[in-house]
């Protein structure tokens, strides 16, 4: 229990970061869209494996999937074994179209022995903002 309410804090602390960093106004009007956040803990000695399917599959899921419309993962510098997923779809059906894709797929059973937990929630997107130059590269 404390640890989940140690990712609960670091996750408001990184939902208010990713939201101001990674998305423009515009995603803010939309109703229709599905946002969503995953409490990710990884197996400590398998990170660094992690964090490439991730990016394999965000970078292809941006690339291919029109409904996709912003990913942003992110590790706690304290415990690099706990990430963070945030999502943002077109809507319902641009998720479940992900779900089905051959890279989604992938990226599931590449993960499947390195996830220890996983906690899925479906959040409201209140504001979302960034100036140009802010996404970091």
């Not at 803990?41 to 690339?63: C, F, H, M, N």
């Not at 409904?67 to 942003?72: F, I, K």
């Amino acid at each position: 229990m404390r640890k989940i309410n140690s990712i609960r804090a670091s996750v408001k602390v990184a939902v208010t970061i990713l939201l101001i960093m990674t998305m423009s106004n515009a995603i803010a009007q939309n109703k229709k869209q599905m946002v969503r956040m995953a409490l990710i803990e990884i197996d400590p000695g398998q990170v660094d494996k992690y964090k490439a399917a991730v990016k394999e599959v965000g970078e292809t899921s941006l690339r291919t999937e029109p409904g996709v419309l912003m990913l942003y993962s992110v590790a706690d510098k304290l415990k690099p074994n706990q990430v963070t997923v945030m999502e943002i779809y077109a809507d319902s059906a641009a998720y479940e179209a992900h779900r089905q894709t051959a890279h989604f797929k992938k990226y599931k059973e590449v993960t499947k022995g390195m996830v220890k937990s996983l906690q899925l929630l479906d959040v409201d997107l209140i504001f979302a903002g960034i100036k140009p130059d802010a996404i970091p590269r």
